[in-house]
Each structure stands twice: as C-alpha cells, then as structure tokens.
C-alpha cells in the first residue's frame, strides 16, 4: 500500500512540489524536516515499504510518532528511520 497525501491526519505540512523528486530511494544523511510533508511522506512509505501488509492505520501512527515524539536530537531521514524501527520493534516485543 502506498500512503498519500490525503491519508496523512495533520493538515499543517508544507508542500514543495518541485522537491518530490528529492524523496525517493532509502533514507539518507539528508536533514529531516518534520513539517516538509513530502519527507514524511517518504519515510512513511519507506517504512511500509518494508512491510507486506502496511495499513493507513500504521502509515498515520508513524505520522503522529514524527509529530509527537520525535527527539530533538535527530536530525536526519536515517536517524529518524532508526528511531522508528526501533521504537516500533520495542513495542512490538512487549
């Protein structure tokens, strides 16, 4: 499943349409943006990309983690993606 610009919950992103074609490939040392919603969108669908049976429940859990929960100290696509896989893997095991 590829999630999409009208499966995100927060409406507060920007968009610069001439930057998408920046975002595709595997996360990088790129710095993270949590309002470039094309960067979330990336990593979203990274993420789910990784997974054969991702759901916009999952997409938008993601979505709300970055918004919410993100340390200040990561600051890049890579980090963030490690974070993520980590904190979910540490979820998941409980």
């Known amino acids: 499943m590829h999630f999409q610009k009208q499966d995100l919950h927060y409406t507060y992103y920007e968009w610069d ?28 669908n990274f993420y789910g990309s990784l997974s054969n049976r991702f759901t916009i429940a999952e997409g938008r859990q993601i979505e709300h983690r970055i918004l919410t929960e993100l340390p200040g100290e990561i600051k890049s696509e890579l980090s963030v993606y490690n974070w993520l896989r980590n904190t979910i893997f540490l979820e998941e095991a409980i």
């Not at 930057?19 to 990593?43: A, E, W």
């Open 17 to 44: 349409e001439d930057q998408v074609h920046m975002y595709t490939g595997q996360p990088s040392r790129r710095v993270f943006n949590k309002y470039d919603g094309n960067q979330v969108l990336f990593l979203i």
